[in-house]
């Protein structure tokens, strides 16, 4: 009997380390860049597996900014509108895609190109910062999935 208590004491905090991270990011993509092109986006998914949380901030050494955006339709114009956060509801999927919620880049240090990659942090309310890898796609590419564009920058005016 005292084996069992002891096997179950010492089993017992495993279950806490097979728990997900606060905030899980996946699907991490960007697209390469055309020329000399001086911004860029990237968009991925976030779950908050903890509590809810807020996205507030994030920083990447490949550019001087990088800022969470929308793209909304205002009377037939696409603008985009600059977030302050983005809010994360508990164990909710909260998708960055083109022509939606994005992070934009500006004054990348050198254009983004197809099989590379940058370092991005993402900074939350509650969770400890997340630094990821993200992949740099094809120009035009539709994410890492091949979904149907739903947005393409190069035929805005």
């Given at each position: 009997m005292r084996h069992i208590l002891l096997l179950a004491a010492l089993l017992a905090p495993l279950p806490s380390l097979a728990q997900t991270a606060p905030v899980e990011v996946s699907q991490p993509w960007a697209r390469a860049t055309p020329g000399h092109g001086t911004t860029g986006a990237v968009y991925l998914t976030l779950i908050a597996h903890g509590t809810a949380d807020t996205l507030t901030?994030?920083?990447?050494?490949?550019?001087e900014m990088a800022m969470?955006?929308?793209?909304?339709?205002?009377?037939?114009?696409?603008?985009?509108?600059?977030?302050?956060?983005i809010d994360l509801p508990q164990h909710v999927p909260v998708t960055f895609k083109p022509g939606a919620m994005h992070i934009m880049l500006t004054g990348l240090k050198q254009p983004l190109k197809a099989g590379g990659s940058l370092t991005l942090t993402l900074s939350f309310t509650l969770a400890a910062p997340v630094?990821?890898?993200?992949?740099?796609?094809?120009?035009g590419s539709a994410g890492p999935q091949g979904a149907a564009p739903e947005h393409d920058m190069t035929k805005m005016q």
């Open positions: 901030g994030i920083s990447t050494p490949a550019a969470l955006h929308e793209t909304r339709m205002e009377n037939g114009v696409a603008k985009m509108v600059m977030l302050d956060g630094t990821v890898s993200v992949p740099v796609l094809a120009a």
